[in-house]
């Protein structure tokens, strides 16, 4: 629609217009994306270390390749679901509450 502010969406359906603010907006996605591409990074260092030191515990043990393989997806997944787990928490409870060292008070 014409004479819209640049940030007003018209709703052809429904003949609304909507408002949309994106100036704080797009630094809030900038934020967020430097903390989840941190996060990535974080992951793929994690799993790297344990690829390392994997094989040299695996000698240790004396386990085969199938059972390095075993060892290593149950690492990820348990490492995955506390982290999940991590993130309900914070949502619930709030990051500063979830991450105290006297959480339960």
Do not use: K
């Amino acid at each position: 629609m014409q004479g819209d502010a640049p940030d007003t969406v018209h709703d052809q359906a429904g003949g609304r217009n909507w408002q949309c603010s994106l100036s704080g907006g797009q630094r809030r996605l900038g934020e967020a994306l430097l903390v989840i591409a941190t996060a990535q990074l974080m992951v793929v260092l994690d799993v790297t270390v344990v690829n390392v030191a994997l094989s040299a515990s695996g000698a240790v043990l004396q386990l085969d390749r199938l059972a390095l393989i075993w060892v290593l997806t149950a690492y990820t997944r348990v490492s995955g679901g506390l982290m999940l787990l991590g993130g309900r928490l914070a949502g619930l409870l709030g990051a500063h509450r979830s991450c105290s060292p006297a959480w339960p008070s």
